[in-house]
């Protein structure tokens, strides 16, 4: 028996968010007395895996597949299963992802198991019932969920455990060898575009975001050197991903990436409820706005009321002098 | 060609969220019910897909009370041919999937559709279990969906960018904007809605795996710390000695 953990790599190295899951499993396999086992089909080599030792793992199974360059859905749950069935997991855990948010469910259905997602703290178990913190109506409130079944899945929120590199464990890495089904490959992968050196935004521990306050897509350069400063990743809001201004992979809110960063820095985003709604699990917010009673300051722990295209440069330029 | 797009029966997003019974129980009391914004993506999609394939049939489906039957009428009204309400409050993902594949089996969809989530709950799981439960593929979350014959070819979301897939007839797609814009109903389409059918049908099975036990609101925010324009560098210092996240 033992816990089981999903992890993503991006280039070759561990996502932060994976390694979030990591310590969260750990946790969970410590308080039912279990060992952790992760699981690993992505690009990330032996070394890189055996290193997971660290943040608690015990054994990291490995899949490799050439058919397995671009991850889907099947095929992913497919190793889960059979990782599940050969390991007598009763519990697997995920980080969010646009990956394992179609793997997931489909795992606890394939499994019968009970799943909670978007879980925000580290669950509680007691006997056969694991009770799950749960993000709910776009970060305006929380769920206390009991969940069922012989196996149960949960899905993290990014930022909700933090990653603990001292586990002090030795991760032996072995080959997982999967039985495919004919179905699992009937995605064919056509091609893949991605913005290429910088933060991704989910991951970003810091978030520079720009509303329609910024008046025009030509004005975003001061946004980007504030966050190549910080090494932070861009977002903007709803109107300005609707205007074309930004890409929509940068749109931040109810209905476009919900972030928990360290740090969300707001520059001319007035706050409607539903951009909130997408940042309210940052950690420390920041608005800089000309509108002092624009809501973004209601949800904002620092403020700057004033006309950003004179603050963002000189705040860049202090920023860099702090360094 | 037959659609079947699933809808949720969800508070507005501008809603202040509230609960009552001792944080046991969502306070209803003058709150507006809309369809699911990303559901509403997955049916305004849906819509254009029956209107260029002659011949295709879109239903609507919602598990819920009597109460979500307005809701399913915007639906109608919006360009859905017929309804479906499963009499259930849908509590559990895998009770409401159960009941969504239990309808699907019987029909035999080509294409279903739903948002990539609901926004009350946040499960994102229905979909991806109703794909599983028919042994089909799930897409999520789909940004563009284009159907060539009996192939799709779908743009998804991935982290920092998107990726475009190429897949069969049937699947399951949880959708998100920019798939298709909002469909404003018509005065005709609100008046046909009115004559068009909604079935009632009773729920199968009835086991669920998860329950909400409480509620719980997040801690208020303390109140903001506002720094002079002309003193950006007391920003730099208070983040870093103070929040400490620099």
């Known amino acids: 028996m033992s816990v089981l953990v999903f992890i993503e790599s991006e280039e070759g190295a561990i996502r932060k968010s994976s390694l979030e899951a990591v310590s969260c499993a750990f946790a969970l396999a410590q308080a039912t007395g279990t060992e952790l086992t992760a699981v690993s089909a992505g690009d990330a080599d032996e070394n890189t895996l055996a290193g997971l030792g660290a943040y608690g793992a015990s054994k990291v199974l490995k899949v490799s597949d050439s058919r397995l360059a671009t991850l889907s859905g099947k095929p992913v749950i497919s190793i889960l299963q059979q990782a599940v069935q050969q390991e007598g997991s009763k519990l697997v855990v995920f980080a969010i992802s646009s990956l394992t948010d179609a793997v997931a469910p489909g795992l606890a259905a394939r499994l019968k198991a009970g799943l909670a997602t978007n879980v925000v703290a580290v669950p509680e178990i007691s006997g056969s ?45 072995q080959a997982l060898a999967v039985n495919f089904s004919d179905t699992d490959f009937v995605l064919k992968h056509i091609s893949t575009e991605k913005a290429t050196g910088d933060v991704l935004l989910p991951e970003a521990e810091i978030v520079v975001s720009g509303g329609r306050g910024l008046k025009g897509p030509e004005n975003w350069g001061m946004i980007e050197d504030l966050a190549k400063t910080l090494g932070a990743a861009t977002a903007c809001s709803k109107p300005v991903s609707d205007l074309n201004w930004r890409p929509h992979h940068e749109h931040v809110g109810q209905t476009g990436i919900k972030v928990s960063p360290n740090l969300y820095i707001a520059i001319g985003i007035s706050g409607a409820i539903q951009h909130v709604a997408g940042i309210s699990s940052s950690k420390v917010i920041v608005a800089i706005n000309s509108d002092p009673e624009a809501p973004i300051f209601k949800a904002a722990d620092y403020g700057i009321v004033g006309n950003a295209f004179e603050i963002v440069p000189k705040l860049t330029a202090a920023f860099k002098a702090a360094k | 060609m037959k659609i079947l797009v699933c809808i949720t029966h969800v508070p507005d997003t501008t809603t202040r969220i509230t609960f009552t019974d001792n944080n046991t129980r969502f306070n209803t009391s003058g ?124 743009d998804r979301e991935i982290e920092g960018g998107h990726e475009t897939i190429e897949l069969s007839l049937p699947f399951v797609a949880g959708c998100q904007e920019p798939i298709a814009e909002w469909k404003i109903p018509s005065m005709r389409g609100i008046m046909s809605a009115r004559t068009k059918q909604l079935k009632v049908v009773q729920p199968t099975g009835g086991e669920k795996l998860t329950s909400v036990k409480s509620f719980e609101m997040p801690p208020a925010k303390s109140g903001v710390k506002l720094i002079p324009a002309d003193k950006p560098e007391e920003l730099v210092r208070l983040l870093k000695t103070e929040a400490k996240v620099i």
């Open chain 2, 31 to 154: 709150v507006q019910f809309i369809i699911g914004p990303y559901d509403d993506y997955a049916l305004a999609r849906g819509i254009e897909l029956k209107d260029a394939t002659p011949g295709t049939t879109l239903t609507a489906l919602n598990v819920g009370e009597a109460e979500t039957e307005p809701t399913i009428r915007k639906a109608l009204a919006a360009g859905a041919d017929d309804a479906i309400r499963i009499n259930a409050l849908p509590t559990d993902a895998w009770f409401v999937a159960e009941q969504i594949a239990a309808v699907a089996k019987a029909e035999n969809y080509d294409l279903i559709l739903m948002g990539r989530e609901s926004i009350d709950f946040n499960g994102g799981q229905v979909h991806g279990m109703v794909a599983e439960l028919l042994d089909i593929p799930c897409v999520n979350p789909v940004q563009k969906l284009d159907l060539t014959g009996t192939t799709a070819r779908i």
């Open chain 1, 129 to 173: 019932t694991l009770t799950a913190k749960r993000s709910i109506y776009t970060g305006k409130a929380f769920s206390f969920t009991e969940v069922s079944g012989d196996v149960k899945v949960i899905t993290m929120k990014k930022n909700a455990v933090e990653a603990s590199a001292s586990a002090g464990k030795t991760a032996s890495v």
